[in-house]
T-cell receptor, first 113, second 116 residues
Framework: KQEVTQIPAALSVPEGENLVLNCSFT??????LQWFRQDPGKGLTSLLL?????REQTSGRLNASLDKSSGRSTLYIAASQPGDSATYLC????????????FGGGTRLMVKP | ETGVTQTPRHLVMGMTNKKSLKCEQH?????MYWYKQSAKKPLELMFV???????ENNSVPSRFSPECPNSSHLFLHLHTLQPEDSALYLC???????????????FGPGTRLTVL
């Protein structure tokens, strides 16, 4: 059974700092991996999707990497801003299992002005 | 309306009540999902309707009953719930089907359910 773990569970940083969020998964047979953002009391917004054949994806100040063989992904946020404060979730889609995502527990990020 | 909408946004019900959660997607997608998000637990997939086929998580109790009358609407019927069923229930949709790669899932804002 696929298990997804995110470390740390919570993170507080001053504005302007670069930071890295970590995601690990136990079964490397994945189709893709996604990073989502969730604001309090709201749904999820997809940030980046990395196919299993890719090593990284970039969108603005966000960069996500994937090392499938070691079961790891990182989300790098450059020059953090208070508006980046949210919970960040990673999710993997296994091969041959439909679009059934397995989520990690999330990292709750607070960026202080 | 755009994207994925859910109603109601908040619901309080007793253990003997029967209620339904509604989800509607305005994206032309062919797959819809129900997720449960409890405090301090990872987001958990409950049900999937993809290409008119239903796939479910076998650990979901029978007091939760999904209904998908068409590709744009999804319901979750609730009856005789327990206090531990209190959670945020999220709906999502995506465009699935070979040979194209699966699209990302688009989520609604969720229904915050409290069972007394």
């Amino acid at each position: 059974k696929q298990e997804v773990t995110q470390i740390p569970a919570a993170l507080s940083v001053p504005e302007g700092e670069n930071l890295v969020l970590n995601c690990s998964f136990t079964d490397s047979a994945i189709y893709n991996l996604q990073w989502f953002r969730q604001d309090p009391g709201k749904g999820l917004t997809s940030l980046l999707l990395i196919q299993s054949s890719q090593r990284e994806q970039t969108s603005g100040r966000l960069n996500a990497s994937l090392d499938k063989s070691s079961g790891r992904s990182t989300l790098y946020i450059a020059a953090s801003q208070p508006g980046d404060s949210a919970t960040y979730l990673c999710a993997v889609r296994p091969h041959n299992a439909g679009n059934m995502l397995t989520f990690g527990g999330g990292t709750r990020l607070m960026v202080k002005p | 309306e755009t994207g994925v909408t859910q109603t109601p946004r908040h619901l309080v019900m007793g253990m003997t009540n029967k209620k339904s959660l509604k989800c509607e997607q305005h994206l032309g997608h062919n797959a819809m999902y129900w997720y449960k998000q409890s405090a301090k637990k990872p987001l958990e997939l409950m049900f999937v309707y993809s290409l008119e086929e239903r796939v479910e998580n076998n650990s979901v109790p029978s007091r939760f009953s999904p209904e998908c009358p068409n590709s744009s609407h999804l319901f979750l019927h609730l009856h005789t719930l327990q206090p531990e069923d209190s959670a945020l229930y999220l709906c999502a949709s995506s465009q699935d089907g070979l040979p194209n790669p699966p699209d990302t899932q688009y989520f609604g804002p969720g229904t915050r359910l409290t069972v007394l």
